[in-house]
């Protein structure tokens, strides 16, 4: 398949001249792909992977060499050891492998595009409706034209912010989704080499350190069945409450000239999805925050008492990462824009200091046995006072009646370390 540019551009990003007929003629060219073959769903996910590569050749994307390969997987196996004592669930990694930055969008595609597809879907709509009723009979299958043009207009800006996130993540797991697939840990280099450089710390400390929080992450996510679910469902109900502005794509379009392909670099999709200030949407927000800070907060509560007097620079590297996360990478603020979520625990330190409080007063394997139902987790007001939480007594004959699922162990034959 050709590369197809970014929006409506030539290879490169660069917009087409004109008064060039060879530009005019591939612009076209390109343009009339886009509208015959939009692709399944709101957005064209082919664009958007095209549009990320090409954005990642441009930049550059080194590829991953033996030597990387091979210390990527000692990290991740040795972070498998030193996790061992600080938590009751097993290990999760069952293939550790290192990815360079195409690698990590390719693999995450499909999480991505289930994440996406009901806000696009919305915008697209929108789209739609801007055509007056009256109207619509008469174009028929114009109609899809409409909807081909927002497909690809959301897919090339989609593909941009992914390209960008790409440049930043740190591992599969770094945004605290489970984007990669089951079971598969998976660290980027070069990714890794540059926040090395950007903290002024030896490379082989930090990488050790995204490895902890990489197999962290996978002990949770392969041997609490329900999670992966419930997580990716607060996303997605969290989602299906944003609202497209349509006088922000009415008033995009507007600066649109169907003769002046130029102008089709005007409309920036950024901005034009707003959350409903409704109840039931406030409520999602607070599951969806909650449940990202549980999951974050469990991993750098772990990860800091694995790495423990191991790593010398483990007091900056977790204080580095909890600012990291909390804050949110340019390209993730990016995507916020774009998409409408919101991606970043805000309350981190709150839900790390209760993981920190049951392990004080439960044990390591009374606290991990809170995964084990959904309705046994900590709740966004149990933050307020965590000691106070972590004293309530929990009586565990009271999970006999959930299903834990036939994978799970909570290692209740482990005993507590302190």
Not at 57 to 85: I, K
Not at 106 to 135: H, I, N, S, Y
Not at 340 to 359: K, M, Q
């Amino acid at each position: 398949m050709p590369d197809i540019p970014f929006g409506f551009a030539l290879p490169g990003g660069q917009p087409p001249d004109p008064n060039d007929p060879q530009q005019m003629q591939q612009f076209m060219a390109q343009l009339q792909q886009l509208l015959a073959a939009p692709g399944n769903g709101p957005v064209n996910w082919d664009l958007a992977r095209q549009v990320a590569a090409g954005q990642l050749a441009a930049a550059g994307d080194p590829a991953v060499n033996v030597y990387e390969r091979h210390t990527v997987e000692g990290a991740l196996r040795l972070a498998d050891l030193w996790l061992e004592p600080a938590s009751s669930l097993p290990s999760g990694i069952k293939k550790s492998v290192a990815w360079n930055r195409n690698e990590w969008i390719f693999k995450t595609l499909d999480v991505w595009q289930k994440l996406c597809d009901p806000v696009a879907g919305r915008m697209v709509g929108a789209m739609g409706d801007l055509v007056p009723p009256e109207a619509r009979a008469q174009l028929g299958p114009m109609q899809s034209m409409v909807a081909a043009l927002g497909g690809a207009l959301f897919g090339g800006q989609l593909g941009q912010a992914l390209g960008s996130l790409a440049a930043e993540v740190l591992s599969a797991g770094d945004i605290g989704l489970p984007l990669g697939p089951a079971g598969t840990a998976a660290l980027i280099p070069a990714n890794i080499k540059a926040y090395g450089e950007g903290l002024e710390l030896p490379e082989d400390e930090v990488r050790l350190y995204v490895a902890l929080r990489e197999a962290a992450h996978q002990r949770l996510f392969g041997h609490v069945p329900w999670l992966r679910g419930h997580v990716l469902t607060a996303v997605e109900a969290y989602a299906s409450g944003i609202t497209v502005d349509r006088e922000a794509i009415e008033e995009a379009m507007t600066r649109v000239d169907p003769m002046n392909p130029e102008s089709m670099q005007a409309i920036a999709l950024e901005g034009i999805f707003t959350p409903e200030d409704t109840p039931a949407q406030k409520a999602a927000l607070a599951r969806l925050e909650t449940a990202l800070a549980l999951v974050e907060g469990w991993v750098c509560h772990v990860v800091d008492s694995a790495a423990g007097e191991r790593l010398p620079n483990v007091v900056r590297l977790g204080e580095a990462f909890r600012r990291r996360r909390a804050a949110g990478g340019p390209a993730e603020q990016t995507f916020v824009a774009l998409v409408g979520l919101e991606l970043r625990p805000r309350r981190l330190r709150e839900a790390a200091a209760v993981w920190a409080a049951l392990t004080e007063h439960r044990g390591i394997s009374g606290r991990d046995a809170l995964w084990g139902h959904p309705d046994l987790l900590p709740s966004g007001d149990d933050f307020a006072d965590p000691d106070a939480y972590a004293r309530t007594q929990l009586d565990l004959g009271d999970l006999d009646d959930f299903d834990f699922g036939p994978d799970t162990d909570l290692g209740g034959d482990k005993p507590d370390q302190r």
